[in-house]
């Protein structure tokens, strides 16, 4: 570990241990959510966050922070209410077997709502997204009996699209079959109403504003990015932003307690409206 990780660390478990970072946080009245994809151990990709370190992460938020679902959240930042200080939403991609396997009961154990956002017409297959083609491991994705298995648990199901097609690429068409007929299969196969969308991809440029118009028809109440940082009571629904899994819970923490952020591979110091690269 270098001198200034060092001493980030050490100022902010200082300020953690003194109480202070509570003390600030409680004036902010902004949400953190959450974005995971897999959870699973002996895997150094940056889309699987190991079993112990999810837990741990789940642990900490279930006990020094507010678990909310993100249809909560919505509700709220629709009425303009008020968000409680330190609300933290949980949120899946993709619809790996794992999350359901191993995300759930730890969820489940800790007594935090989560929503999986997954693409319909991957679910129940043998398909293989294409990040994962080359993977030395084997990635497998839910089955329909398994996601139904998280809504018995309480867990909310969100629509990623039909195929996972980066919608800032194609026609208008296409876009527009991709996310009618993808919320229109998991409404079948769970029987509920999905109201929550993610982007595939989710980068700025994969969310077009014509198209976020199309979800909007199509009777979904948000879109959520895969960048970005904080919400509050007057983010556009519509864009919702989120923060990717953290490499560890301290890191995690820092960034729910905004201490700091990453910001290109980089670690920014939150103090007094500064930014320090790192
Ligand atoms: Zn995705």
């Not at 919608?167 to 007929?181: D, H, K, P």
Request: include cysteine; aromatic fraction near 12%; hydrophobic fraction near 40%.
């Amino acid at each position: 570990m270098n001198l200034r990780r060092f001493l980030l660390l050490s100022a902010y478990k200082a300020l953690k241990i003194t109480r202070l970072i509570l003390f600030r946080n409680n004036s902010f009245n902004h949400a953190n959510i959450l974005l995971f994809h897999r959870i699973r151990d002996n895997d150094d990709s940056p889309l699987s966050t190991p079993s112990r370190v999810f837990e741990s992460m789940i642990c900490e938020i279930s006990q020094g922070y507010n678990p909310v679902s993100l249809e909560v959240l919505v509700r709220k930042i629709r009425k303009r209410e008020e968000l409680e200080p330190r609300s933290v939403v949980v949120t899946f991609d993709d619809g790996y077997r794992d999350n359901f396997l191993i995300a759930a009961p730890i969820l489940q154990k800790y007594g935090v709502p989560a929503t999986f956002f997954i693409s319909s017409e991957y679910i129940d297959s043998e398909r293989v997204f294409s990040w994962d083609e080359n993977s030395k491991l084997d990635h497998p994705l839910m089955t329909w009996n398994e996601v139904r298995g998280l809504v018995k648990m309480g867990f909310d199901i969100g629509c990623h699209t039909a195929n996972h097609y980066d919608l800032g690429q194609v026609n208008a068409e296409v876009a527009t079959e991709e996310i009618f007929s993808s919320k229109k299969r998991i409404e079948n196969e769970i029987g509920k109403n999905v109201t929550l969308f993610s982007f595939p991809f989710g980068r700025r440029a994969c969310m077009r504003t014509e198209y976020k118009e199309i979800v909007k028809e199509a009777g979904f109440d948000c879109c959520c990015s895969a960048y970005g940082g904080k919400v509050n009571n007057s983010s556009d629904l519509y864009g919702l932003h989120r923060l990717s899994a953290y490499p560890s819970t301290i890191e995690l923490l820092m960034e729910l307690d905004g201490f700091m952020t990453y910001f290109d591979g980089n670690m920014r110091l939150n103090y007094a409206g500064f930014k320090i690269s790192f």
